[in-house]
């Protein structure tokens, strides 16, 4: 199954959009079955995917949100062994 | 491409800053010099991380100060700060911050190469002996300018 996932950060313009390329880079090498998009914390409430992908103080603060989505929160945007690890994680679920 | 917005005249290496505020001051001061933000900027920056923690710090000693582009963005571009002592900012994980690159982005989308090339650069352990040890932006403009060959 094609899971759809979204990269949010507080601005939408930089780390968002960098951990999106590096999430890219890693569902390529591994061809996991996810579909990635980006946007700022404004795009959370329209998303109708299945998976949020942000960096780690901000999945904090959304995990008691009440938000439907599994959230993952990411410490280091260019480790991509953490990432790997993450998805998987999502994935094998 | 990361070289057509980091420009010599927005990286200075070795400043001296008090704590993570005053560093994202010094580290906006080239990109308000040069017409690139405006105040309002810098201010929207210091204020989201003031209510939300330290989200800008994204990998080992690593700040990557911005705002949304609606809080006084005029151009895209990025600005490479090095502070000659590192200072926390509060994320346990990638403290204490060394290296700041402060960027402003015109929209969503228009940097998308610079940023993935910004991204491959995060990844390369001669980049940052370079920062460490060179006292030239020149030199770092050489670095970024050959990345595009």
């Known amino acids: 199954m094609m899971h759809k996932a979204l990269v949010a950060c507080r601005a939408g313009v930089g780390s968002s959009l960098m951990l999106k390329i590096k999430i890219n880079e890693v569902v390529k090498e591994h061809q996991l079955p996810l579909q990635v998009e980006h946007a700022s914390l404004d795009g959370v409430a329209g998303f109708d995917g299945d998976l949020l992908i942000t960096l780690v103080d901000v999945a904090e603060e959304l995990k008691g949100k009440g938000i439907k989505q599994h959230i993952i929160g990411i410490t280091n945007i260019v480790d991509k062994q953490e990432i790997y690890e993450k998805l998987t994680a999502f994935l094998n679920k | ?149």
């Not at chain 2, 993570?20 to 309002?40: F, M, N, Q």
């Not at chain 2, 980049?127 to 460490?132: I, S, V, Y």
Request: aromatic residues 6%.
């Open chain 2, 1 to 149: 491409m990361l070289s057509s917005i980091i420009k010599k005249e927005l990286i200075q290496l070795n400043v001296s800053a008090d704590n993570w505020e005053d560093a994202i001051r010094k580290s906006t001061h080239p990109l308000v010099a040069h017409g690139k933000v405006t105040e309002e900027y810098v201010n929207k920056i210091i204020e989201i991380a003031q209510n939300t923690g330290p989200y800008i710090v994204i990998t080992k000693h690593v700040a990557l100060p911005h705002a949304p582009s609606e809080f006084g963005v005029k151009e895209t571009a990025i600005g490479i700060t090095t502070l000659k002592i590192p200072v926390n900012f509060g994320n346990k994980e990638n403290d204490p911050v060394k290296y700041l690159f402060c960027l402003s982005a015109k929209d969503s989308t228009g940097h998308l190469e610079a940023m993935s090339q910004l991204v491959s650069l995060l990844g390369k352990k001669d980049f940052f002996e370079l920062l460490d040890n060179s006292g030239s932006p020149n030199e770092i403009i050489k670095y970024i300018v050959n990345l595009d060959q």
